[in-house]
């Protein structure tokens, strides 16, 4: 059931990341934007969303301690 949810997760953050895509674009066309601040501006985009992608998603590992957990885990049952 974890693993439904953490899919559910990562497709509405994907639907977002294309809604500001689509939403940002439009503003562009609109304002008359050259080519070339478009491309720039899609690239800075898609840049911030995996950094935000990396950010949310990238500490829900699949399961399992690190050593680095067990050390501190240790140290505080010996307290």
Do not use: H
């Amino acid at each position: 059931m974890e693993s439904l949810l953490n899919v559910l997760i990562v497709m509405a953050f994907f639907a977002a990341a294309s809604g500001l895509f689509f939403f940002i674009g439009n503003v562009l066309k609109k304002s008359g934007a050259s080519k070339k601040t478009e491309n720039r501006l899609v690239i800075v985009v898609l840049a911030v969303v995996i950094i935000a992608f990396i950010a949310i998603f990238g500490g829900k590992g699949g399961g399992g301690s690190s050593d680095n957990d067990d050390y501190w885990g240790d140290r505080a049952r010996r307290r």
